[in-house]
Antibody, heavy 119, light 106 residues
Framework: EVQLLESGGGLVQPGGSLRLSCAAS????????MHWVRQIPGKGLEWVSR????????NYADFVKGRFSISRDNAKNTLYLQMNSLRAEDSAIYYC????????????WGQGTRVSVSS | SYELTQPPSVSVSPGQTANLPCSGD??????VYWYRQKPGQSPALVIY???KRPSGIPERFSGSNSGNTATLTITESQAVDEADYYC?????????FGGGTKLTVL
């Protein structure tokens, strides 16, 4: 079965750090751009970051630039999001998503991992 | 920064046609994508490149995009279509999502 499984979410204090992981199964992420998208519960979707298939290029939403870092380990078939200097407004469900180059859209999404930033 | 605007809610009677708009400055010059998110589930792609359906999406789902408005159309609406629907476009290297529309079929 083709799927993405996020992990690493949890409760962290403001200013703290978390590292999210997204493990792929049923397919290899090697040839795909991969993305992180977040959603405050009950609210809309918000794109966070993306990384090229070989890891050579990354992009970030302005609200996470300088604080978050996306990376990948194709050998482990895993995507990561290092989140530093976390703020209360970063509290959300974080989804990883596979970008389909034929569709130019996100065709596989993980189930999400919840991040709560609170003292 | 680029913005996409969607009405918070749309209601439709079973069997009728639902039109879900997504407005943005000259959005017709961009490709628009539509995602469906059912309660407690992750989003799923239902329309790409304005009008195309991924495999497995029923023909009842269609899209259009012109000028400042893109539209997701669901014909013969069913209870199973109740969900939040998000439009999305690319602004350079950034994916931009609309705020989402909750579709109610009643």
């Amino acid at each position: 079965e083709v799927q993405l499984l996020e992990s690493g979410g949890g409760l962290v204090q403001p200013g703290g750090s978390l590292r999210l992981s997204c493990a792929a199964s049923g397919f290899s992420i090697t040839n795909y751009w991969m993305h992180w998208v977040r959603q405050i519960p009950g609210k809309g979707l918000e794109w966070v970051s993306r990384i090229r298939s070989d890891g050579s290029s990354t992009n970030y939403a302005d609200f996470v630039k300088g604080r978050f870092s996306i990376s990948r380990d194709n050998a482990k078939n895993t995507l990561y999001l290092q989140m530093n200097s976390l703020r209360a407004e970063d509290s959300a469900i974080y989804y990883c998503a596979k970008f389909n180059g034929n569709y130019d859209g996100f065709d596989i999404w993980g189930q999400g991992t919840r991040v709560s930033v609170s003292s | 920064s680029y913005e996409l605007t969607q009405p918070p809610s749309v209601s439709v009677s079973p069997g009728q046609t639902a039109n879900l708009p997504c407005s943005g400055d000259t959005v017709g010059s961009k490709y628009v994508y539509w995602y469906r998110q059912k309660p407690g589930q992750s989003p799923a792609l239902v329309i790409y490149h304005d009008t195309k359906r991924p495999s497995g999406i029923p023909e009842r789902f269609s899209g259009s995009n012109s000028g400042n408005t893109a539209t997701l159309t669901i014909t013969e609406s069913q209870a199973v279509d109740e969900a939040d629907y998000y439009c999305q476009a690319w602004d350079s290297t950034t994916a931009v999502f609309g705020g989402g529309t909750k579709l109610t079929v009643l």
